[in-house]
């Protein structure tokens, strides 16, 4: 995009600049025709186009003074157009950052029950990604301005904008969201960032990022639902492909473009799902587990039983099975 409008100005000052040279030219010709010698040629025209004066001569021919008068005034046009040039590339580009900048904050102003993603690096990105295919709305904020471009070319919603200030996630419409992801590189912004979001949305749900082993504490105090370690969590997975290659090669192809996923029901209070029996309210999806408030498990429930408020079900089936009892 910088590329774009960086040619688009050399575009635009082509012909002024073309212009200035063709005077240039023309006016060493017209001295040397006037009788002047190629170097006083040159130099009274780089003078009079620079308008700083003749140098030890002036013209003394009536000829010469109009020559020199007329050469002047194109010089100068093509000076005030090189100006207007340079202004409007100016004058457009400012323009048109901020008109971008206005219908990015109408499209996120537009938003319900989404995630805000906080930072745009490896992991926010694969989490963007994952938001994608599952067709979740997000944006996403990011203090780096060289990676705008990038968010823009991924079609992304995004605010270039430090993710620990409150007006800035005011901005990315934090308190109408459903989840935060908090994946600064940064312990130290992370906590700062749950923190702000859990004081900002009490019922939001927050997952973030630790690297430190000292840090989960911590963004569980300052609010977060869920925290995840990457180094942890890569040796986990290594250890369970060693341990059990098969299952986790079966779980890592349950996604959203795959044929069958898994997906979680959160039964809330006054739902109309509360009372319906788990078959009818799962429909053709598999139930595998449902965990009550009390702390309950049951594994292979009944489909005849009733669901209650609160109760969350984990399902596996078809996309096209789990979306309707998405909806519901």
């Known amino acids: 995009m910088a590329m774009s409008r960086r040619n688009g100005t ?49 013209p003394i021919g009536a000829v010469e003074k109009v020559f020199t008068a007329s050469l002047a005034a194109l010089g100068v046009s093509a000076y005030l157009a090189i100006l207007a040039g340079v202004a409007g590339a100016i004058a457009e580009g400012q323009l048109g950052i901020a008109s971008r900048r206005r219908r990015m904050d109408r499209k996120i102003g537009a938003l319900k029950d989404h995630f805000v993603i906080c930072a745009y690096g490896r992991v926010g990105r694969a989490v963007a990604r994952e938001f994608e295919g599952e067709g979740m709305p997000f944006v996403v904020i990011d203090r780096k301005e060289e990676l705008e471009d990038q968010m823009r070319l991924d079609g992304v919603l995004y605010l270039i904008g430090d993710p620990t200030a409150e007006v ?6 934090i308190e109408r969201a459903k989840g935060l992801v908090c994946a600064v590189d940064s312990d130290a912004d992370n906590v700062y960032i749950a923190l702000t979001g859990r004081s900002l949305n009490p019922g939001i749900f927050i997952v973030a990022r630790a690297s430190a082993s000292e840090t989960p504490d911590r963004l569980y105090r300052a609010g977060a639902n869920r925290v995840i370690s990457p180094y942890v969590a890569s040796g986990r997975h290594m250890a369970l492909l060693a341990l059990r290659p098969r299952v986790v090669d079966y779980l890592e192809m349950l996604g959203p473009e795959r044929p069958m996923r898994l997906e979680e029901l959160v039964v809330e209070e006054g739902s109309p799902l509360v009372g319906r029996l788990l078959a009818d309210a799962v429909g053709a999806a598999t139930p595998l587990v449902v965990c009550r408030t009390n702390g309950e498990t049951v594994a292979h429930p009944d489909p005849g039983e009733a669901l209650r408020a609160g109760d969350l079900v984990v399902l596996l089936g078809e996309p096209k099975a789990l979306r309707p009892v998405e909806g519901g």
């Open 168 to 173: 800035v996630l005011r901005r990315a419409g």
């Open 10 to 58: 050399w575009r635009r000052l082509a012909v002024p600049l073309a212009w200035l040279a063709v005077v240039f030219a023309a006016g060493v010709l017209g001295y040397l025709a006037l009788g002047l010698g190629p170097v006083d040629a040159f130099s009274t025209t780089v003078f009079v186009l620079t308008t700083i004066g003749f140098g030890a001569r002036a």
